[in-house]
Every structure is written in C-alpha cells, then in structure tokens.
T-cell receptor, first 112, second 113 residues
Framework: NAGVTQTPKFQVLKTGQSMTLQCAQD?????MSWYRQDPGMGLRLIHYSVGAGITDQGEVPNGYNVSRSTTEDFPLRLLSAAPSQTSVYFC???????????FGPGTRLTVL | KQEVTQIPAALSVPEGENLVLNCSFT??????LQWFRQDPGKGLTSLLLIQSSQREQTSGRLNASLDKSSGRSTLYIAASQPGDSATYLC????????????FGGGTRLMVKP
C-alpha cells in the first residue's frame, strides 16, 4: 500500500492564481480530511469528508473548496490564492470514526 | 474554545534517558487521543492511538496513557536514542466534529549522543 499520497510536494503561486492540491489513499478509508500547518498555529482542519459525495467544513474553510467523487481521492482547490494561504497542507484518512488517522507527506505552498 | 496543550515545548536529553512528554486537553468531548511524530520538513507519522475505553497503549519503547477525567495524556519514551529526535504532537479526536483532530503545539525533542 502506498498509504496517503499528495502532489505536488512544493508549489509557488502568485496572488489570484488557482490550483488544486491532490490527495489519494489506497486503504479504502471512508474519512478523509485536509489540514494546514502554520508556525505558532499548529494544525487546523480545513475540510473533511465522511464518504464519496459527502463533504463538510472544518475550522478554517474560507478560500478552499473540496469534492469527493471517489473513495480514493479528495482534492483541495484554492480558487484565488492569497498570501495568507502560504502554509504546509496535509491530507489525512482513517477507516472509521474514532480510528487511527494517517497523514500524507504534505504540500508546501507559497503564495507571493 | 477547545485546547490541547503540550509541555514542555522543547526538551533536550542525553542518549539513554527515559523521558515523559505531557499533553493536556480541556475538551470533555475528546473521544480518543493520538500521538504523532514529525521530522523536520516531513509529514506526521502515527505512533499510538488510545481510545476512550483504554487507559494506555504500548509500541516498542513507547507507552502512552490517557486519563480522560483529568484531561491528560503522557507519552513515555524508554531508553531514548538520537533517532528519537523529532517533534511529538498529541491530538484529541472529537467524533462529533467530523472526526476532527485538535492538535497540541508539540514538543521538540533532541536526544544528544
């Protein structure tokens, strides 16, 4: 199993550009989520999904969109990038509610 | 606001020492407690998950305990090694919030040879 994979590893955007961060898992997990990690702020939940076709907002959802068309994939879209979205983004998955969560290697995003 | 606090923020010990990392949480709705390791520039590696029905979990030289009544968890590392140097994060899981993990700020551990 590859586990949770994320692409790209690094990305530089200009303010106003859009992009999609990819996340995939091959463990048939129901739950998938996106976190951002910022110095002094820790990791914060952006969006999550409890299964294909079902998504919901987390703690810091503004400026981000998600969709879940398959169990395996959970892309995160930045519609119009802002410098405040400079961060490291992590995708996570888990099989069932309350179970151990597994994280991907992260995407380091810089918005100029 | 639910909070998860980790003390100390940084710790430096000589190789071979046994050490304890502390995690406290104020949210009574926290269901499970998960400990992670993060190496610089890397992702999070899951170390141990303690479910609410358990009091502790062990994996090799690691032992984690959970006391929901006092809102505390500890991670015990036995016979520390330089390879244990990393940031250790605890996270409380709130099942009624989309499986959301609430993270502590982490403890940066340095084990000196």
């Amino acid at each position: 199993n590859a586990g949770v994979t994320q692409t790209p590893k690094f990305q530089v955007l200009k303010t106003g550009q859009s992009m999609t961060l990819q996340c995939a898992q091959d463990m048939n997990h129901e739950y998938m989520s996106w976190y951002r990690q910022d110095p002094g702020m820790g990791l914060r939940l952006i969006h999550y999904s409890v299964g294909a076709g079902i998504t919901d907002q987390g703690e810091v959802p503004n400026g981000y969109n998600v969709s879940r068309s398959t169990t395996e994939d959970f892309p995160l879209r930045l519609l119009s990038a802002a410098p405040s979205q400079t961060s490291v983004y992590f995708c996570a998955s888990s099989p069932l509610s309350g179970n151990e969560q597994f994280f991907g290697p992260g995407t380091r995003l810089t918005v100029l | 606001k639910q909070e998860v606090t980790q003390i100390p923020a940084a710790l430096s010990v000589p190789e071979g020492e046994n050490l304890v990392l502390n995690c406290s949480f104020t949210d009574s709705a926290i269901y499970n407690l998960q400990w992670f390791r993060q190496d610089p520039g890397k992702g999070l590696t899951s170390l141990l998950l303690i479910q609410s029905s358990q009091r502790e979990q062990t994996s090799g030289r690691l032992n984690a305990s959970l006391d929901k009544s006092s809102g505390r968890s500890t991670l015990y590392i036995a016979a520390s090694q330089p390879g244990d140097s990393a940031t250790y994060l605890c996270a409380g899981l709130r099942v009624n919030a989309g499986n959301m993990l609430t993270f502590g700020g982490g403890t940066r551990l340095m084990v000196k040879p």
